[in-house]
T-cell receptor, first 112, second 110 residues
């Protein structure tokens, strides 16, 4: 059974650009959540999607957005990148929001 | 605000010893707790979970204890091995999201 797949693994972008990250959940998992991990702030919740609907959103500016498709795959977008957006972005999926979460390996975003 | 914190940022143990990693949480309404292990360059890996209606759960070489009275969670690793070296995070589910602690780095000396 394939795990959570995140693409790309590494990304370098320039300030002011935008970026789109992709997440394919485990087959059969309907819930997808996104987290940002930095050395200073640790793991912070970005948003959660279930059946193409955003259920919860963390305390991030509107530059951070996401969506989920009918096949449960999810994307997150960050516009007008800032240096502080450099982080490991992690996606987690679960069968239901009340079940356990499995994480992908993440996308390492570097903003220069 | 809500937070989950770890008492010890680093823990060094001898191979073969037992390890105990502690965690405090602040939201008494949290109903589900998870321990994750994260190795360098990888995403968090699920170790064990426990629901709030339990106080102990055992897995393979790992045990999680939940003390709701003092809002404390611990992870016990038996016969710690070099492969257990990693950062360990506790997380509580509250408000439809996971709230993570800062993490404890476990170092196993051969």
């Amino acid at each position: 059974k394939a795990g959570v797949t995140q693409t790309p693994r590494y990304l370098i972008k320039t300030r002011g650009q935008q970026v789109t990250l992709s997440c394919s959940p485990i087959s059969g998992h309907r819930s997808v959540s996104w987290y940002q991990q930095t050395p200073g702030q640790g793991l912070q919740f970005l948003f959660e999607y279930l059946s193409e609907t955003q259920r919860n959103k963390g305390n991030f500016p509107g530059r951070f957005s996401g969506r989920q498709f009918s096949n449960s795959r999810s994307e997150m977008n960050v516009s007008t990148l800032e240096l502080g957006d450099s982080a490991l972005y992690l996606c987690a999926s679960s069968q239901e929001p009340t079940a356990g979460y499995t994480f992908g390996s993440g996308t390492r975003l570097t903003v220069v | 605000g809500e937070s989950v914190g770890l008492h010890l940022p680093t823990l060094s143990v001898q191979e073969g010893d037992n390890s105990i990693i502690n965690c405090a949480y602040s939201n008494s309404a949290s109903d589900y707790f998870i321990w994750y292990k994260q190795e360098s360059g990888k995403g968090p890996q699920f170790i064990i979970d426990i629901r709030s209606n339990m106080d102990k759960r055992q897995g393979q070489r790992v045990t999680v204890l939940l003390n709701k009275t003092v809002k404390h969670l611990s992870l016990q690793i038996a016969a710690t091995q070099p492969g257990d070296s990693a950062v360990y995070f506790c997380a509580e589910r509250g408000g439809g999201k996971l709230i993570f602690g800062q993490g404890t780095e476990l170092s196993v000396k051969p």
